[in-house]
């Protein structure tokens, strides 16, 4: 596999609508995968929750073991990594923690070989009470990661986060440190908190950073009365919207152009500039 720097890599981000069920869950992943790559993408990022979006008791009784070749998600990550040639950064699975109550939430990256290239487990927990709009408690049920990773991947470098760390720019400021380049954001943001914050803070996060944002999304209606807000996209290092989905399951793609990124950084070397 080769480490040197691609110009421009194409990129997609999916765009689920997950229920309780994770055949169902995973046949869907399966196949916009496919068609992500019929489509010239190298790299698929997945959202959040995208094999479970469901009773914590079930999310704990699908937990998995990194690493064990006969965990049915990943698994099936591995398989469609080898089978189609793209790698995949597969945001957001019940991961299997020291607290058989709180598995982690966590991203796992695989290289087109189908190898575990990367994992990150979510640092950020979920804890708000929106009033009237729900009450979500993520520390009850999820162990908080303790790591910040970048993972290299198609000569990319992959600063990994997932839905709430979005309001922490600290965290992409560690990634940058690190040597990020590409921002991805697998997500299962609310639809309350996503109608306002969304397309902000992803420009945000894009523009301080001097990175490609690549967010990956849950929409729709999903058990126990969660609406999830959607707009899967990509934002250049300048804070463009390059790519958005609208209301609907599916994709969006876009190219990764590390000339451009390059240039940005060279206008504004905000990054070299820092004092603090």
């Known amino acids: 596999m080769s480490t040197e720097p691609a110009s421009s890599v194409r990129i997609s981000a999916l765009q ?35 094999a479970y979006m469901g009773p914590d008791t ?34 957001g ?21 189908g190898e575990l290239v990367g994992t990150y487990r979510k640092l950020h927990l979920f804890d708000v009470d929106l009033r009237s709009h729900g009450t979500l408690c993520e520390s009850q049920s999820t162990t908080a990661g303790k790591e910040v990773v970048v993972a290299r991947l198609l000569g990319l470098s992959l600063g990994l986060s997932i839905c709430y760390d979005l309001r922490f720019p600290e965290l992409y400021r560690a990634l ?19 109608k306002d914050h969304w397309h902000p803070l992803l420009r945000a996060r894009a523009i301080e950073s001097q990175c490609y944002v690549v967010a990956a999304a ?16 990509i934002a250049d290092p300048w804070g463009t919207v390059v790519a958005e989905a609208s209301d609907h399951v599916g994709f969006v793609s876009a190219d990764l152009d590390l000339g451009f990124l390059g240039e940005v950084r060279s206008r504004v ?8």
């Open 58 to 91: 079930g999310k704990r009784a699908l937990a998995e073991r990194l690493g064990d070749p006969a965990a049915p998600i990943q698994a099936l990550l591995r398989r469609l990594a080898q089978r189609e040639g793209v790698a995949i950064v597969a945001g």
């Open 218 to 233: 849950q929409w729709g209606k999903h058990p126990e009365g969660r609406a999830t807000y959607g707009h899967a996209l």
């Open 16 to 50: 689920l609508s997950s229920q309780d069920s994770l055949s169902d869950n995973l046949a869907q992943v399966e196949a916009l995968v496919a068609r992500a790559r019929s489509a010239g993408s190298s790299l698929v990022v997945l959202p959040e929750n995208f």
């Open 93 to 113: 699975f019940p991961e299997l923690s020291g607290d058989p109550d709180r598995p982690y939430n966590t991203c796992t990256c695989y290289d087109p070989s």
């Open 176 to 194: 940058v440190d690190q040597g990020a380049n590409v921002i991805t954001v697998p997500a299962a943001f609310t639809l309350y908190t996503g």
């Open 269 to 276: 070397p905000s990054l070299s500039h820092r004092v603090l």
